[in-house]
């Protein structure tokens, strides 16, 4: 069992490999490291600030983009050229196939978040850089477990494109349109702003949130003051039961399947 599936984690592995994806993020890290110090050496006040701003926010988003493109173009590649039906040619089960895939795409995630920690830790210090990358981990970590769910599921890069970005735009912006939905303008006596208010928290109850897992203002502020802030104290939890919800779904899907 388990050799098989660190047999299909290498495969996956050497596929970063032969796609140069290790050297594509390192060129996007360093790009935003050069747009960071450009733009933050153009500002009167507050350039460090303003550089760990620039730099995990885009850090955060390409890192989700990346991850997501090569695990969707990877899967429905697969697909295409009947690489799957050759695995299951051989005495190897769905779920080893599966949990193989996802190691695979893990690792990946990891890097990734190491390359985003180590740019991090240029203008944060090195606590907070790491607890900032830890966060951001767990959120690749969900992206590429969601992405393997839909590249089986609907088999289209296009579709399974757009299916990740708006899981993880929603997921990214859950607290933000909380706070809308029951901002200054809330009206208790309204039943469409109390209706608007309930539909957001019940969304809110089924997506992870994201804006608590790695936020820029860690590394602008320099600090993580809040122990529940802390990816191993609130956002682990909540990261490791998506994930298997995520893992329980990809191996229905996949079992179903008639390939």
Not at 101 to 129: C, D, S, T
Not at 229 to 236: A, E, H, K, Q, V
Request: hydrophobic share 60%; charged share 15%.
């Amino acid at each position: 069992m388990f050799h098989h599936i660190a047999a299909i984690a290498r495969h996956t592995i050497r596929e970063t490999h032969h796609g140069r994806l290790p050297w594509i993020a390192i060129g996007l890290v360093l790009l935003c490291v050069l747009m960071a110090e450009f733009i933050g050496n153009t500002a009167l006040t507050d350039a460090e600030q303003i550089k760990a701003g620039i730099v995990g926010f885009a850090l955060r988003w390409l890192g989700a983009l990346l991850l997501a493109v090569f695990v969707i173009a990877s899967q429905v590649r697969e697909s295409e050229d009947r690489i799957i039906e050759l695995f299951f040619s051989l005495p190897i089960r769905r779920e080893h196939y599966f949990l193989g895939k996802l190691l695979g795409y893990l690792a990946l995630a990891a890097y990734l978040a190491l390359l985003a920690g180590l740019a991090a830790a240029l203008y944060a210090p090195p606590a907070v850089a790491l607890a900032w990358a830890l966060g951001h981990l767990l959120e690749l970590a969900l992206v590429a477990g969601f992405a393997l769910l839909v590249a089986i599921s609907i088999g289209n890069i296009t579709a399974a494109t757009c299916a990740v970005a708006g899981f993880y735009m929603l997921a990214r912006g859950i607290g933000a349109l909380q706070l809308m939905a029951t901002g200054p303008f809330y009206d208790a006596d309204s039943l469409a702003d109390r209706f608007l208010a309930a539909a957001v928290d019940y969304v809110a109850l089924i997506v992870p949130h994201f804006d608590r897992y790695a936020p820029v203002d860690w590394l602008v502020r320099g600090e993580v003051r809040a122990v529940t802030d802390i990816p191993l104290g609130g956002s682990l939890p909540q990261a490791a039961v998506y994930l298997l919800l995520l893992c329980a779904a990809g191996l229905v899907d996949l079992r179903r399947k008639q390939l």
